[in-house]
């Protein structure tokens, strides 16, 4: 990993700010900060908060435009930068793993992720299979590994599928670790008290699992800027403005926001036209390299998708459809029945207590990746979950502790379980009715 000091400098003259907001309009006033230069969006809560970064010279007029709107804020961080120094130092301490294997001690780059499916497939080749989705922007093989009893035979196939994603968002790095935690543990390489359980799984679903879907943003975190969200393909001009010459009038902005890049209510809300914002939704549905890749996946394979859950951070939620209106979905009353038993089993492990709510309960937003399952491809278990920590244990949320990613991880295998379990087709099935 390479320590970018300019980029903590950068982060070093920056504060972050909690600002409690209480409805849409209040949303879309800080949304207006953003289209100023004033501040950025550094993170959404569905709890009543937004998460902003602001220049010292920003300061003073943003928080008084908050005293002005009767928006309450509290500072979280005055050396951003510092915790950010902090993190890498500890990741460059940590003793590189052999190709093929992984850990939970520390957060891993994308090859060693790919090279881990790699192996993982190998070793168990009648229940494994790499599946290579898509190229990204950079060029990156977009990986999914597909795992199901006799995975050769054509039976296989005909199995009703469960879907997985992580690292959509790049700076969410406990999500891509713990989707890898997850194909350990179906695999029997880690949980091995499960094993029957989960070879039950593998003979009844076939399950298929990608752990980052944005591996140029991932990176590009890595890299460069630890809190960088989106993609990394170029997206247009700062607020649109060109110069004379065709050029940008100010700056050439890069990256699509991949949550807001699905086709379902794309662009209404939630979202800005500014490309350099972190919640820019692309010009069209799906014109990014990473969210059309698991929409030609998952497409031909509609009718056998049972369960679609796509897992992010942070904020210990579990988020049911649906995520750009208020209104209740037909499945609304299964949908809270598979919540509470998904967050019993969290917390059940290790006593940290997900909560369960619809995606828009706080504020609506448009074109996200489980809304297009829930109504553009008819899986009516589709579903989001936020992983560790809560908005009030961690003043710099992404930055989850290492020592936190086997537990996140753990626990989410028991809601994995759990929610499988809960699934209209697992019910159906098991007890001839939804009851």
Request: net charge negative; charged share 25%; hydrophobic share 35%.
């Amino acid at each position: 990993m390479t320590l970018n000091f300019r980029v903590i400098l950068k982060l070093i003259l920056l504060q972050m700010i909690k600002v409690t907001i209480g409805s849409e309009k209040d949303f879309l006033m800080i949304l207006d900060l953003e289209s100023k230069n004033l501040l950025t969006i550094f993170a959404e809560s569905r709890s009543g908060h937004v998460d902003v970064l602001i220049e010292p010279q920003h300061a003073a007029q943003c928080k008084e435009f908050f005293k002005s709107k009767g928006l309450s804020y509290e500072v979280m961080a005055d050396d951003v930068g510092v915790e950010v120094a902090k993190e890498k130092r500890r990741l460059l301490r940590k003793s590189s793993v052999a190709t093929g294997e992984f850990s939970y001690d520390t957060y891993h780059r994308y090859d060693v992720i790919s090279d881990r499916l790699a192996a993982l497939a190998a070793k168990h080749q009648t229940v494994a299979e790499i599946v290579d989705l898509g190229t990204s922007y950079e060029g990156r093989t977009i990986k999914a590994i597909r795992m199901t009893a006799n995975i050769s035979s054509d039976e296989s196939d005909d199995k009703p599928m469960v879907w997985l994603d992580g690292g959509s968002h790049a700076r969410e790095w406990v999500s891509p670790a713990t989707m890898m935690y997850i194909i350990d543990s179906i695999l029997g390489e880690q949980e091995t008290d499960k094993s029957d359980k989960m070879g039950e799984l593998l003979a009844k679903f076939q399950i298929v699992v990608a752990p980052c879907i944005n591996p140029d943003g991932y990176e590009f975190s890595h890299e460069e800027d630890r809190f960088w969200r989106k993609n990394r393909q170029p997206s247009g001009c700062k607020n649109n403005k060109l110069n004379w010459y065709g050029g940008c009038f100010s700056k050439l902005c890069y990256g699509v926001d991949n949550n807001r890049n699905w086709s379902v209510d794309w662009g209404r809300t939630g979202v800005s036209t500014d490309p350099c914002s972190e919640i820019f939704p692309g010009r069209a549905p799906f014109d990014q390299p990473n969210t059309k890749a698991v929409k030609d996946y998952l497409e031909p394979l509609k009718d056998k998708l049972k369960l679609f859950v796509t897992y992010h951070s942070y904020s210990e939620y579990f988020l049911t459809p649906l995520g750009y209106t208020e209104d209740l979905p037909a499945d609304h009353e299964h949908h809270t029945k598979v919540g509470e038993a998904v967050v019993r089993a969290i917390a059940a492990r290790h006593g940290v207590h997900y909560v369960p709510m619809r995606a828009a309960e706080m504020y609506p937003c448009s074109g996200d990746s489980a809304d297009w399952a829930y109504e553009g491809l008819g899986v009516g278990d589709s579903y989001t979950i936020e992983l560790r920590p809560d908005w009030d244990s961690w003043k710099v949320g992404f930055e989850l502790p290492e020592d936190q990613i086997r537990p996140t991880a753990e626990e989410n295998v028991d809601g994995l379980l759990a929610l499988i379990e809960n699934i209209k087709y697992s019910r159906e099935n098991n007890n001839g009715t939804e009851d």
